[in-house]
C-alpha cells in the first residue's frame, strides 16, 4: 500500500499549534502510515520554540501513551529535534536515550565562546544583524562555520536523522548573501556529504522551504540531493510540520523530483529500526 511518512513532526510542547492528538488525526486524513513526533528539545538556554525544562517527560510520556492508543491505527514514535552546540547540547547526550530516534540540527553558531550565539533560521533581522556584529559580514566565514558544525555533529555525536542540513540558505533568496554556486560554499557541502557517508547517518529531504515560500526546493536543494545519490547516502522524507495541515505538504512534488533524480527508496522507521522503501510520487510502498 502506498502511503506516506513523517518524522519531522511539532507539536504544542515546541512551537506547534496544536495538541499531540490532532495532529496524528490529521496524519490519518493526510493518508500516513507510519508518524513521528520530534518536537525541539530542550537547550540550556530560554528560548520560545523548545520544550520547557518541566515538560521534557511529560512530552514523552503523552507521546508514548498516544503509541499505545493508536497502535492498531498508525505507528507513532517518539523521537526530538536535538540542537548542536559544542559542550551545551548534542544528540548523543543520556536525557535523549529513551526516545525512539533522534534528529540532529545546526540552528546556532558559535563563532567564539565569549560572543552570544548566531541563530541561522531566526528572523531576516537577526540574520542581517548577527552576520554584521558576529562575523563582520563575512558570510563565508559564517557558511563555513555552519557546515563544518555539520561534520562535528556527524563525527563526534551523530544523530539517526541529519535535519535540514542546508538550513543556511534559508535568508539567501534571490542569492542575497551568497551564491550556491560558489565554489567554496560547494566544497563545504560536499565535504560535509563524505563526511555524512561515513557516519551512515539518514539525510532528510524537508519541504518546508518550499510551502513556507522560503525556496523553491527543499532542503537540501536538488545538486545537493544529487551528491547524496551519488554517495548512496540513504534519505527520508519529512514536512518539518508545525502546523497539522503541513503534514505531507509539497511530498507528492518532492518525491516525484526524487525519483527523477535517482532515487528509488526513501527510509521509514520501523519497530526494527529504519529501514528502506520503494517508492513513487504516491506515496511510500509500506
Avoid at 50 to 77: G, M, N, T, V
Avoid at 98 to 118: A, C, K, M, T, W
Avoid at 139 to 166: F, K, N, V, W
Amino acid at each position: 500500500m502506498l502511503r506516506w511518512t513523517n518524522y519531522h513532526q511539532h507539536c504544542h510542547y515546541c512551537d506547534g499549534t496544536d495538541a499531540p492528538e490532532t495532529y496524528i488525526k490529521a496524519a490519518l486524513a493526510q493518508n500516513v502510515g507510519s508518524f513521528g513526533f520530534s518536537s525541539h528539545a530542550t537547550v540550556p538556554f530560554s528560548v520560545p520554540w523548545c520544550i520547557k525544562p518541566h515538560l521534557f517527560d511529560a512530552y514523552i510520556e503523552h507521546i508514548k501513551r498516544l503509541k499505545s492508543e493508536y497502535a492498531d491505527q498508525l505507528p507513532i514514535y517518539v523521537g526530538m529535534e536535538i540542537d548542536y552546540i559544542p559542550s551545551l547540547i548534542n544528540p548523543r547526550q543520556a536525557q535523549f536515550d529513551n526516545l525512539d530516534y533522534r534528529i540532529g540540527s545546526v540552528h546556532y553558531l558559535q563563532p567564539n565562546p565569549e560572543l552570544p550565539l548566531f541563530e541561522v533560521d531566526g528572523t531576516s533581522k537577526s540574520f542581517r544583524e548577527g552576520l554584521e556584529t558576529l562575523f563582520a559580514n563575512d558570510i563565508r566565514r559564517a557558511c563555513e562555520l555552519y557546515y563544518s558544525s555539520t561534520r562535528d555533529m556527524l563525527r563526534q555525536c551523530p544523530p539517526d536523522i541529519l535535519g535540514h542540513i542546508d538550513k543556511i540558505k534559508m535568508r539567501n533568496t534571490d542569492n542575497r548573501y551568497f551564491s550556491d554556486t560558489d565554489i567554496w560554499y560547494r566544497q563545504a557541502v560536499m565535504d560535509t556529504l563524505d563526511v555524512a557517508a561515513e557516519t551512515g547517518v539518514v539525510i532528510e529531504v524537508n519541504t518546508r522551504s518550499m510551502y513556507k515560500k522560503k525556496n523553491i526546493q527543499p532542503y537540501p536543494s536538488y545538486w545537493v540531493l544529487e551528491g547524496i545519490r551519488q554517495r548512496r547516502i540513504p534519505i527520508m522524507l519529512n514536512s518539518d510540520a508545525h502546523q497539522p495541515r503541513e503534514i505531507t505538504a509539497e511530498f507528492a512534488q518532492t518525491a516525484e523530483q526524487l525519483y527523477q533524480l535517482g532515487f528509488r527508496e526513501l527510509h521509514i522507521i520501523t519497530p526494527q529500526g529504519i529501514a528502506p522503501r520503494p517508492f513513487t510520487a504516491e506515496g511510500i510502498e509500506i
